[in-house]
């Protein structure tokens, strides 16, 4: 179980990084927590021959309230964000989330930019961002620019960043009338999740749902969008016809495959279950401030 | 605990101490410390000066003719030695199992001319390093001709299935009936008869190391040392010298820490001989630790078998006769040294703790291309229960009839013991219902059922199930050669020796991964022979030092190596007292021998330490009393007088199922056993925690599975799911203590939790879900499984 050999680079700025990346080309990958990346290497599934540690690039790690979202550095510990009063307070979908990812040692090392970056239809940020509309930013020598989370996605292990492109912050909004949460079924805790689903409702004062982002894990080649199930919530009661009409529609947008955690028709079945439990608990939930 | 009457008293054992002091105490294990901060030492742990590390190629097919090897690439490699491929050097590994009609297939230490599984070693590299090794690995080419392949079991028994030994005309590798002669008749006079056919999954029992094999054979003294993670030091011993015809009194084997084995280590597989083929070719030492990628291609694999199963019962529920044809699914052989056992074990088992008399059955081994069928703790009667205790309920639901019930009603009774079984096997020792009806107390099973209905008002799922066994532990010669036809003794032994200073050492032919038989056995001497606690060190694992033993599998450690100690701290205590007697000039059995002194029992103030009485055995032999050999040294051997003693158990699972899902939700489970008597409740219960833990992982998350083309697609913990805190119930244990025949009144117990695991579960899901009308045959129970199920019956 060793990885072949590589050569290890520890940029100290996010130019850098790039202009290795750039250097190095398809030879390179970027190293970030490496707890999808390290395990693919020693099984030797993946063998780049340089990698790029971003860990030693400061100023990658923080959360700040910037008013309509919560801004996270890239390099921000899945355990940090699972931690924080900050993210519990303000944006609970993420701390929810952020709590089910794995198990105690990965999220100890596992950022959230590596998380994202990797776009593993498994992994659970995903949905969450694109149910919360949230954005990304990525960054090169060149400059930075905006990647709506709806567009960053693209497919199995692949994103919308260009190879001399690292993810460097993620904007996460919230507000007073954002209501969200992430379930997963899993068979316990730390396994990958057999599906999993990102509610975020937009709710007016008299209880209507205004807007509504539903996005999916594990049943499609990436995060999938459900985007019909959002538009049934749109502009009505959160009632149980239309919930159950929502959870079909989901459950018709999922595009699963199956394999050992269970068939596409099982996984089918399970999106209408598990989308009809998100929605009710994101509903319940309190205003998220 | 509890202890309920014996139904059979022990004989006082001769100068025996008045009061128990250490047998039956919590003390806890002497080792746990240091293995806790990380200062065990493992196989991996130990370096060698000039040491190789090797690295397999393996089969990326299951079924394939070897065209060419071609290492010249990887010997170009810098760092690379050797590449080992089986033209060069393959040896047979031997079998020490002779069943008339068992075959003997081909196992090479390197496969020569075929492959017949994925993972199957083809080639071993030895480098300076194991990352070189690895990176050599990819370097060979190996040319292959795949050939059709077969996985399942069933359709290998088809007349146009592929042959995996072309010479054997089918893919059969051992076939059993017996018949008891009044089943046929049993059924004609049954009111009911009951059919079903139940499967069982591969799985294995993952210990936390690897298998590991460090061999250093030394040219100029012509030496073979090994260590290895090993369950018996001294199989492997001698296995070695057969194997590599080699003289085994130059092999030293060493067992160091072993990180866990629930059988698979007490097998030799294919690799491990070729790491000691390397070693001797080179003459330098090598290690090789195996990767969990190829521990899940390679190792305990088990359980596999499909039953068709047929029951006669009465109408009241009692259970006429069982007739079972079963096609046991053993990849492509047994391992050595158990190879076919695991299934004629599940045959034997089947009749678990009911009065059964018509018994038939017809077992076929069969080869498939996949991974050996290698042993795993509970070792085949895990899935004799789960068939049997499903089988129970369903009977009972047909009859409408409680599961406790139907029991009760089949269970020998306790003045029907010593029962023996239709094929021959003696139960000993043991009261079955009493364990139940404590069970059904203990989990107020009744308020339980009460607790059930009223859920079921409120839409929700609550199921219990129970499930029993009785597990033959610590088999004795006279089965392991007789029936089994084993070239495998039943015994242990225990070399105590006492030094000047009154301290005493007992070398252990005896080998443990974990069971912490450096307390337990210190336990057993302390008492036996009257030394303290304190002064009694246990060591075992290394063939230079310890006698002859057989090693920790059968649940029979504490039974057959607890014996031991008890006959050589007997013999050493007559010594002892021998010698104290001279000193103190009083009678040999006037003398009482506790707390490392000897005392007169006239006369409290003639007393002599045991120091002193060790000291005059060898350092002043000179006062020993005439005709006294000097010194503390002795062996002693002790084999199970009774042909083997048998531990049982009641199981109940209480399990709430997510009826949407298919979820399910173990909530609390109950165990009450019978070990025979209890040397330490804590670590006895520790194991039992964890047998259930590796009963849960079968049940429900753990499995071996093979695609079509016998590619391993649960080769990684991210595929291969093992149970964690998160899904483990409350567990309850108690125990009742009812002595077994053998010298201490033991029985053994480091396997039980894991055997009903299976059926409690599956009666419990099936019982909650009685109103879907839904019957669970087949394992492990999935969300999907249980799911399909529960929407199959609604469509």
Avoid at chain 2, 137 to 144: N, R, S, T
Avoid at chain 2, 211 to 226: C, G, I, N
Avoid at chain 2, 324 to 331: E, H, N, P, T, Y
Avoid at chain 2, 369 to 386: D, L, M, T, W
Wanted: with cysteine; glycine share 8%.
């Amino acid at each position: 179980m060793n990885p072949k050999s590589f050569e290890y680079h520890a940029p100290k700025s996010v130019a850098e990084a790039s202009s290795l990346a750039e250097e190095y080309g398809m030879d390179a990958k970027f190293l970030a927590g490496g707890q999808s990346l390290i395990p693919l290497m020693k099984l030797r599934l993946l063998s780049p021959s340089h990698l790029i540690d971003l860990g030693r690039i400061p100023g990658l790690s923080y959360i700040r309230d910037e008013g309509n979202h919560l801004a996270i550095g890239a390099m921000e510990r899945i355990a940090e964000i699972a931690r924080s009063d900050l993210v519990r307070k303000q944006c609970p979908i993420l701390s929810q989330c952020a709590h089910q990812i794995a198990d105690p040692l990965v999220r100890n090392m596992g950022t959230i930019g590596g998380n994202l970056s990797h776009a593993d239809p498994t992994n659970d940020m995903p949905a969450v961002m694109v149910a919360a509309g949230a954005s990304i930013v990525a960054a090169s020598g060149q400059g930075s620019r905006v990647i709506p989370a709806g567009d960053f996605f693209v497919d199995t292990f692949t994103t919308a960043l260009k190879g001399t492109e690292i993810l460097v912050e993620v904007k996460m909004p919230i507000g007073p009338t954002r209501r969200g949460a992430y379930l997963k079924l899993e068979r316990q805790a730390g396994d990958f999740g057999i599906v999993g689903v990102a509610a975020v409702l937009e709710m007016s004062s008299d209880g209507r749902c205004v807007a509504a982002g539903i996005a999916l894990t594990g049943v499609g080649p990436t995060v999938v969008k459900a985007t019909r199930a959002g538009e049934i919530l749109k502009g009505v009661e959160l009632d149980k016809n239309t919930i159950d009409r929502a959870s079909r529609a989901a459950a018709e947008e999922a595009q699963p495959s199956g394999d050992l955690r269970g068939s596409a028709e099982y996984k089918r079945a399970m999106v209408e279950v598990m989308t009809s439990r998100t929605i009710q608990a994101a509903a319940r939930r309190q205003a998220e401030r | 605990m509890s202890t309920t009457e014996a139904s059979i008293t022990i004989p006082k054992l001769q100068g025996e101490p008045a009061e128990k002091k250490m047998v039956g105490r919590s003390v806890k294990p002497r080792k746990d410390v240091p293995l806790l901060k990380g200062a065990g030492i493992f196989t991996d742990d130990i370096k060698l000066p000039d040491m190789l590390y090797a690295a397999f190629v393996r089969s990326p097919y299951a079924h394939a003719r070897i065209k060419r090897i071609d290492a010249s690439r990887a010997l170009q490699l810098e760092g690379v030695v050797w590449v080992l491929t089986g033209r060069e050097a393959a040896r047979q590994l031997v079998s020490w199992m002779n069943k008339p009609g068992l075959r003997t297939p081909e196992r090479l230490s390197l496969a020569k001319e075929k492959v017949r599984y994925v993972g199957e070693p083809v080639a071993a590299v030895a480098a300076s390093s194991r990352a070189i090794a690895e990176d050599a690995v990819e370097l060979v080419e190996v040319e292959y001709e795949p050939l059709p392949v077969v996985v399942d079991a069933e359709r290998a028994l088809e007349a146009e299935a592929p042959l995996l030994y072309e010479d054997w005309g089918d893919n059969v590798l051992y076939r059993e009936e017996f018949r008891s002669g009044g089943t046929e008749m049993a059924f004609k006079e049954a009111d009911l008869v009951v059919s079903e056919r139940l499967v069982s999954h591969r799985y294995s029992p993952t210990p936390i190391e690897t298998r590991a094999m460090l061999a250093d054979y030394d040219k100029e003294k012509d030496t073979l040392q090994v260590w290895a993670s090993t369950q018996f030091p001294h199989v492997l011993r001698t296995f070695l010298a057969q194997v590599l015809d080699y003289p085994e009194n130059r092999i030293r084997v060493i067992a160091p820490n072993v990180g866990g084995g629930f059988g698979i280590k007490s097998a030799v597989f294919q690799d491990e001989v070729s790491v000691v083929i390397l070693s001797m070719k080179l003459g330098r030492p090598v290690k090789w630790y195996e990767s969990r990628n190829e521990h899940m291609l390679t190792a305990g694999h088990e359980r596999q078998q499909v039953h068709y199963i047929d029951c006669a019962v009465k109408k009241d529920g009692a259970l006429l006769a069982v007739r079972d044809r079963i096609v046991a699914d053993f990849g492509v052989s047994g391992t050595f040294w158990t190879e076919v056992q695991p299934a004629m074990l599940t045959a034997a088992s089947l009749p678990g703790p009911y009065k059964l008399r018509n018994y038939d059955f017809d077992l076929l081994c069969v080869v498939t291309n996949k991974a050996p069928c290698g042993p795993h703790r509970g070792f085949g009667r895990p899935v004799a229960a789960y068939v049997m205790e499903r089988m129970m309920d369903i009977i009972a639901r047909k009859l409408e009839m409680g599961p406790e019930e139907i029991r009760l009603k089949n269970m020998i009774d306790v003045k029907d013991m010593p029962w023996t079984t239709p094929i021959g096997v003696l139960y000993d020792t043991g009261n079955y219902k009493d364990v139940l009806n404590r069970t059904l107390t203990i989990s107020n099973y009744h308020e339980l059922r009460k607790e059930q209905a009223r859920l079921r008002k409120e839409g929700k799922t609550l199921g219990l199930g129970l499930a029993t066994y009785v597990e033959y532990t610590a088999p004795g010669s006279g089965r392991l050669q007789g029936p089994l036809g084993w070239s495998v003794g039943g015994w242990e032994s225990c070399r105590l020796t006492a030094d000047p200073s009154g301290k005493v050492t007992a070398q252990l032919g005896m080998s443990g991964q974990g069971q912490a038989h450096e307390t337990i056995f210190a336990q057993i001497i302390s008492d036996a022979l009257g030394v303290n606690f304190e002064d009694v060190r246990v060591m075992e694992g290394d063939t230079q030092q310890a006698p002859y033993g057989w090693g920790a599998w059968a649940s029979r450690a504490t039974v057959t190596t607890g014996g031991a100690c008890i006959r050589a701290s007997r013999k050493l205590r007559d010594k002892v007292l021998l010698i104290a007697a001279h000193l103190l000039k009083e009678a040999p059995d006037d003398l009482d021998f506790k707390g490392s002194r000897i005392t007169s029992k006239r006369d409290a103030r003639k007393a002599v330490s045991f120091q002193e009485v060790a000291d005059v055995a060898i350092r002043f032999s000179g006062r020993l009393p005439q005709g006294v050999e000097p010194g503390l040294d002795l062996i002693s051997f002790y084999e199970p007088e009774s042909p083997t003693t048998c531990s049982y158990a009641t199981h109940l699972a209480v399990v709430a199922v997510d009826a949407e899902t298919g979820f399910v939700n173990l909530l609390k489970y109950f165990i009450v056993d019978d070990s025979g008597v209890i040397v330490n409740p804590m670590t006895a219960h520790g194991q039992v925690h964890g047998a259930l833990a590796h009963g849960i992982g079968g049940a429900m998350f753990e499995e071996l599975f093979y695609d079509g083309e016998g590619q391993l697609l649960s080769s990684t913990f991210v595929d291969y799911l093992l149970p964690t805190a998160s899904v483990m119930p409350e567990v309850v244990v108690d125990s009742i203590e009812t002595p077994s025949l053998t010298l201490g009144g033991f029985k053994g117990l480091g396997e039980g939790g894991a055997i009903p695991t299976a059926g409690a579960i599956a009666n419990a899901i099936d019982d909650g879900l009685s109103e879907y009308g839904v019957k669970l045959l087949e394992l492990p129970i999935t969300p999907e499984r249980v799911y399909s199920l529960i929407t199959t019956r609604e469509r």
